[in-house]
């Protein structure tokens, strides 16, 4: 993948400077605050019961704020990918290449999702800190980095769908942020307004439809408190009963590839040779 | 030969780059109305034409990043639209407006399209120092792109075309935005690729710099081609219509009805203290009214062609074309 000239290009000029390192500790920094914050305001950790509940509201800020990073950031890291070459005049360039339309949004995608990765990964460290705690398994761990990795892929390659066809980069960052706000916040209200009507309906345990497709539905599945606030592993569906949470990362990954095709699709002007 | 206008071409065989009755349409604009222009092999192709003509739609046709509505475009004997990335290969594009990274090194810049093209990386830097050397920013290598002049960034973007080594450079008015020294180096660098065997298509609505530059030149208007052809042969092929300046001592008035008398001359005007007289017929007879406004008493101080030759062909043909 490395190869790819779009995708070494885009690193070599992201990363260069310190203005990425200075942003990856401060939001480490940050993070840390958020741990120092939950610890001062916690019973006493001695507690064994207090010290796994410690854990897990530690657990649940942590991927919230981590949540809400990547719903903001990752807009942000493709919605110019394909619209800022064409604001700067340097699309065409690219596209009189022998670089094919895949490898040019493959390049775009990672490099726009590389560095969201590598703040994601750098939070590893502190939320490793809920297992001095307990309450927190190691498989609830696991599937809440692969929840926040498929959701940044999910809104990060439906930023660059918009961007290839948005001829600014600010209208294409505000759309993608829109957008996003929309497959969050906006199905969630959907989700609990079409949970309601079924349990009017007298189908209390019926999970509506668009839950499947919301990111914030698939964090609050793989939390460890989820149980208590009404069983989302209940919810199973299709052919191979999988989980709530596991449908749901279907789900983002067969939205991603939509998006991925789309971008190849509508990368080159209308009434070009396609390749 | 296709194409109206066109005057006797060299068979297909020996075309770098060809078009047959190529049309393209922007909702209801029609931008190219069956236009076949011949571009020789090793030429450099003037294209010529008024804002609108179609120049640009063409050069981004064979550029691969438009399809004809109708027609087809060979490239060293290769349809473009059966074998778009072969083509792509043969192919170094420069648009009329195209922009930079600006957070990349000159080095850099060339080096990311080099990898593009797929440019083998043991080549890379070698190939890089010579095309810096060739368009004279050897001493901005290591330098951001942001910080060069437009001149510089156009040298540089002349040098993004050649990074794959194609055999045709399409250069959609490369001169346009620089200033006169620059335009003078965008120039012999041109001159210079045509030295290396490169077949150049340039379009300029400076016509000056195409006849002091181009082997060819192709006059379109409304999409469509009104003249094609070796410049000289065109300039030759229109002399029958050539204005010249006289330039005299004496009386004005009276030196304008004895040239106005000459057989040669159709049409005499006085323009800034000098005649300007129209005249049909070939060098000889030019050199025949000389004699014989001489002779007549005229004391002539300067005898020359009234304006630019591809200028004045250029209104004259775009002129009648009109009517």
Same mark, same amino acid.
């Given at each position: ?34 741990? $120092? ?25 942590l991927a919230g704020f981590q949540m809400a990073l990547v719903i903001?950031v990752a ?15 340097? $699309? ?21 999702l590389?560095?969201d990765v590598l703040l994601i990964l750098s939070s590893i460290?502190?939320f ?13 761990f696991v599937d809440l980095f692969v929840t926040f990795l498929i959701t940044t892929l999910l809104i990060g ?58 990111p914030l539905?698939g964090l609050?599945?793989v ?26 990362m $279907?789900?983002n ?20 040779? $396609?390749? | ?76 004997? =290769? ?236 209104? =004259? ?7």
């Open positions: 993948m490395y190869q790819n000239a779009v995708l070494r290009k885009e690193l070599t000029t992201r990363m260069r400077g310190w203005r990425s390192s200075l942003v990856i500790i401060a939001y480490v920094t940050v993070l840390a605050g958020i741990v $120092l914050l939950q610890l001062s305001t916690s019973a006493d950790p001695q507690n064994l019961s207090d010290s796994a509940r410690l854990g897990q509201s530690l657990f649940a800020a903001f807009p942000a890291s493709t919605a110019d990918a394909i619209s800022g070459e064409r604001q700067r005049q340097t $699309l065409d360039l690219l596209l009189v290449t022998g670089l094919s339309s895949r490898a040019i949004i493959f390049g775009k995608l990672f490099a726009g590389a560095y460290p502190l490793s800190l809920v297992f001095l705690f307990g309450g927190v398994g190691p498989s609830q390659s439906m930023s660059l769908f918009i961007s290839t066809f948005t001829r600014r980069s600010g209208a294409a960052v505000v759309l993608s942020m829109l957008a996003t706000l929309g497959l969050t916040v906006g199905l969630v209200i959907v989700t609990l307004l079409l949970g309601a009507a079924s349990s009017a309906a007298g189908n209390p345990n019926t999970m509506p439809f668009t839950g499947y497709f919301d539905v609050v599945a939390l460890p408190f989820s149980q208590d606030i009404g069983s989302l592993d209940h919810f199973t569906a299709g052919p191979l009963h999988l989980s709530l949470w596991q449908d749901q $279907l789900a990954l067969l939205m991603s590839a939509l998006f991925i095709a789309g971008s190849i699709r509508l990368l080159r002007p209308k009434g070009a040779p $396609l390749r | 030969m296709s194409g109206n206008g066109s005057v006797a071409a060299p068979p297909a065989a020996e075309m770098m780059l060809r078009t047959h009755e190529l049309r393209k349409s922007y909702a209801r604009t029609r931008a190219l109305d069956g236009l076949s222009i011949n571009v020789p092999r090793g030429s450099i192709y003037g294209f010529v034409g008024p804002n609108g003509a179609g120049k640009t739609t063409t050069m981004r046709i064979m550029a691969t990043l438009l399809l004809p509505d109708a027609g087809e475009v060979w490239v060293d004997g =290769q349809p473009l639209t059966s074998n778009t990335s072969a083509v792509r290969n043969k192919i170094g594009y420069m648009p009329d407006f195209f922009g930079v990274y600006d957070n990349l090194t000159v080095a850099e810049y060339l080096a990311f399209y080099a990898s593009a093209y797929r440019v083998p990386t043991a080549e890379t830097r070698h190939m890089i120092g010579e095309l810096l050397e060739l368009v004279d920013l050897g001493s901005k290598r290591d330098e951001l792109v942001e910080g060069l002049s437009r001149g510089m960034k156009q040298r540089l973007g002349l040098a993004r075309c050649l990074v794959h080594n194609p055999q045709v450079l399409l250069l959609d008015e490369p001169a346009s935005g620089m200033d006169p020294r620059a335009r003078v180096e965008m120039r012999e660098i041109v001159k210079e690729l045509q030295r290396l065997g490169k077949t150049v298509l340039v379009s300029s609505h400076i016509l000056l710099e195409l006849s002091e530059m181009c082997s060819h030149i192709g006059i379109i208007q409304g999409g469509r081609l009104i003249r094609e052809g070796p410049v000289g042969v065109i300039l030759s092929s229109l002399k029958a219509a050539r204005t010249v300046r006289i330039g005299l001592l004496g009386d004005l008035d009276a030196a304008a009805d004895t040239v106005k008398r000459q057989r040669w001359v159709t049409d005499v005007q006085i323009v800034d203290g000098a005649l300007e007289a129209a005249v049909s017929g070939e060098e000889q007879d030019l050199a025949d009214l000389l004699h014989a406004i001489v002779e007549a008493g005229v004391r002539v101080v300067q005898f020359a062609p009234a304006s630019n030759s591809l200028e004045e062909i250029f209104m =004259q043909l775009t002129e009648s074309e009109e009517s």
